[in-house]
C-alpha cells in the first residue's frame, strides 16, 4: 500500500474526479477526509469507502468559506490525527463570452478555483508544517492552466493561476519536506463536462456530437476523453512520491490535446 496511514483532504470529492481519487487514496491504505459543499453525498461516499474496508469520514465544507475550511481540517485533523495530503479538487463551470459574462459569476467562479484553494491550503500546511512529516499538496488544474478556449475566460484564469500558486508553495513548503504539483486534465466525462456540451453547443450554434468532436477532443492523438481513473492514477503519484525531486510541477493527462 503507497499510502499507509497516510491522511488525505480531499475537496470535492463526494463524486467524479475527486471520488474516483478518494477511493483508490482509501484502497492505498490512506484515511480520507472526504470534503464536499454536499454533506449528505459526502458521506454517503465515506460510507462505500468505509463498506469497502477503508477508512473515511464526510465533512461539509463550502471551500470559500474560510471559518468552514479551517473547522473541516481542524475536525479532519481531530478524528485522523493529522494532514500528510490535500487535494484541492472543487470546482464548477461557467460558459459565457467575455462581453456577456457577469461580474458576479466572474467572481464565483476565482472564489471557488482560486480563493477555495488557497484556503484549504493555508489551513493543510498548517498542520503538515506542525507535524513534521513533510506533505503532498495536489491542485487540480486543467489543459486550460496551459492554453484558452472560448467562453471559459474565469475557467482558464483560475486554473492558470493554480500553477502560480503551486510554484509558490513548492518553495515555501520545501524545507517542511511538502511537496506542490498540478494535474492538468483532458475532457474527463463527469457532470461538469456533461453540462457544457449543451450549453456549447447553443452558444457556438452547433450539434452537441460537434462539440465533442469538433471542439472537445478534436486535438487528442485518439479521440478519447480522459477518464476519472487515469486522472486518479496520477493523484496517486504524487502523494506517493517520496521526495522534492518531484515539486513545483504541472503534468498534463489528456490523450494528448496538449503536448510538452
Given at each position: ?15 467524479g474526479?475527486?471520488?474516483?481519487i478518494?477511493v ?15 454533506k449528505q453525498?459526502?458521506?454517503?461516499t ?9 477508512q473515511a ?9 474560510e471559518?468552514?475550511v ?9 478524528v485522523?490525527g493529522g ?6 479538487n ?10 456577456e ?11 471557488i ?7 484549504t491550503t ?12 513533510g ?7 486543467s489543459?486550460?492552466s496551459k492554453?484558452?478556449?472560448?467562453l471559459k ?6 486554473k492558470?493561476g ?10 515555501e513548503?520545501?524545507k ?12 474527463v ?14 452558444t457556438?450554434g452547433i450539434s452537441?456530437e ?7 477532443l478534436?486535438?487528442?492523438v ?5 477518464t476519472?481513473?487515469d486522472?486518479a ?9 517520496p521526495?522534492n525531486?518531484l515539486t513545483?510541477q504541472s ?5 494528448g490535446?496538449?503536448?510538452?
Amino acid at each position: 500500500m503507497q499510502l499507509k496511514d497516510k491522511v488525505a483532504f480531499v475537496t470535492g470529492s463526494a463524486a467524479g474526479i475527486g471520488k474516483e481519487i478518494a477511493v483508490l487514496y482509501a484502497r492505498e491504505g490512506a484515511k480520507v477526509v472526504i470534503a464536499d459543499l454536499n454533506k449528505q453525498a459526502a458521506d454517503a461516499t465515506a460510507a462505500e469507502i468505509v463498506a469497502s474496508g477503508g477508512q473515511a469520514i464526510g465533512v461539509a465544507v463550502d471551500v470559500t468559506d474560510e471559518a468552514q475550511v479551517d473547522a473541516s481540517v481542524a475536525e479532519a485533523v481531530k478524528v485522523f490525527g493529522g494532514i500528510d495530503i490535500l487535494v484541492s479538487n472543487a470546482g464548477i463551470q461557467i460558459v459565457q463570452p467575455v462581453d456577456e459574462f457577469s461580474y458576479a459569476d466572474w467572481k464565483k467562479m476565482l472564489a471557488i478555483h482560486l480563493d477555495g484553494a488557497f484556503l484549504t491550503t493555508r489551513a493543510c500546511l498548517k498542520h503538515m508544517y506542525a507535524q513534521g512529516r513533510g506533505g503532498s499538496v495536489i491542485y487540480m488544474g486543467s489543459v486550460h492552466s496551459k492554453l484558452a478556449s472560448v467562453l471559459k475566460a474565469p475557467y482558464v484564469t483560475a486554473k492558470h493561476g493554480l500553477i502560480g500558486l503551486c510554484k509558490t508553495v513548492a518553495k515555501e513548503g520545501a524545507k517542511h519536506g511538502v511537496r506542490a504539483n498540478v494535474i492538468c486534465p483532458g475532457f474527463v466525462r463527469t457532470a461538469l463536462v456533461e453540462k457544457q456540451i449543451p450549453e456549447q453547443a447553443k452558444t457556438l450554434g452547433i450539434s452537441e456530437e460537434d462539440v465533442i468532436k469538433k471542439v472537445m477532443l478534436k486535438d487528442t492523438v485518439d479521440g478519447e476523453f480522459t477518464t476519472t481513473a487515469d486522472v486518479a492514477q496520477v493523484a496517486l503519484m504524487f502523494a506517493a512520491f517520496p521526495t522534492n525531486a518531484l515539486t513545483g510541477q504541472s503534468l498534463v493527462v489528456s490523450h494528448g490535446w496538449f503536448m510538452e
